[in-house]
């Protein structure tokens, strides 16, 4: 069987649209649970859709037909290490702690039971990286095992267990935690 | 609190986030001035280049690219025969003509009306 026909330039800048507007909140959501505020999280996702449209081609040729939501999601991965990087060298620009995150857009609909979803965020913020990463693409993103490892780089099984233990080290600290407030928790 | 309750919790607490209503139209905006930049870009690589009749079908080529699929059809085309046309010619110039006259003939060939 012969290869398909690569796309012309407007067919690719068409599928990059819609790849776009499909996939604009999950990079803000992601980009947002990671940097913890709206103006680098706006920052880090227009980074990472200037980056997506450069490679755009290539990564549709090797995606083979599968979804390119755990690539857009990789890059923005690793755009946030580098924020992440840059702040370190930077430290008079201190990340925003976990109470600042609670607060998105959606502030309206977390009255109810807003201090334990406070201390839940706080307990993510504690997480190490990995479990962090994989938590936000879980139960943000809606992202299944394997689309969590493809964004990862990790196996379908590895993921799994990263998962489960993130869950059990979370409900540990929120355990541990549930009768102090949140915002005593140290900003990373 | 069982595990899946747990969850539920989770997922309450990491809810998805909206974008400011601005930054999709932003974010639109940046990717056309990007490819417009390409495209200068593109022009005025090509400018020099044209300098060297070897160089002739790659501006050629970028710049049907940047029109449509329709044109692209035409360029590539046209480089497929370019070690023809490279081989049936006398000199630089001779193929420089040969491109020319070939890309006008696919050109035709492909337009609304043409043969």
């Not at chain 1, 599968?66 to 999601?73: A, H, K, M, V, Y």
Request: one cysteine or more; aromatic letters at 6%.
């Amino acid at each position: 069987m012969s290869d398909p026909q690569p796309l012309s330039k407007s067919e690719l800048d068409g599928s990059f649209s819609e790849l776009y507007r499909t996939h604009l909140r999950d990079v803000y959501s992601y980009a947002y649970y990671r940097v913890g505020n709206h103006h680098d999280a706006e920052d880090l996702t227009e980074q990472t859709f200037l980056q997506a449209y450069r490679h755009y081609e290539r990564a549709l040729c090797e995606s083979d037909g599968r979804p390119l939501r755990p690539w857009l999601i990789r890059i923005a991965h690793n755009l946030a290490a580098n924020y992440y990087r840059d702040r370190a060298r930077r430290p008079e620009s201190a990340i925003e702690d976990a109470a600042v995150i609670s607060a998105p857009h959606t502030t309206e609909t977390l009255v109810e039971g807003r201090e334990e979803l406070e201390q839940i965020l706080a307990g993510v913020q504690k997480l190490p990286d990995d479990r962090r990463e994989a938590l936000i693409m879980r139960f943000a993103l809606g992202m299944d095992n394997r689309e969590i490892a493809r964004a990862l780089g990790r196996s379908d099984g590895a993921t799994k267990v990263l998962l489960h233990r993130a869950i059990k080290q979370l409900e540990g600290i929120v355990g541990e935690n549930g009768s102090g407030p949140a915002a005593e928790v140290t900003p990373r | 609190m069982s595990t899946t309750e747990f969850e539920a919790r989770l997922r309450a607490a990491l809810q998805p986030v909206e974008p400011p209503e601005d930054l999709p139209l932003r974010l639109e905006r940046t990717l056309v001035e990007l490819r417009e930049l390409a495209a200068d870009e593109l022009e005025a690589w090509e400018l020099s280049a044209m300098r060297d009749p070897r160089n002739w079908a790659r501006p050629a080529a970028a710049a049907v690219v940047g029109a449509g699929a329709g044109t692209a059809l035409v360029v590539l085309r046209v480089r497929s025969r370019h070690r023809r046309r490279r081989a049936q010619s006398a000199n630089v110039l001779d193929l420089a003509e040969r491109t020319v006259r070939d890309l006008a003939d696919e050109a035709r060939r492909l337009l609304p009306g043409g043969d």
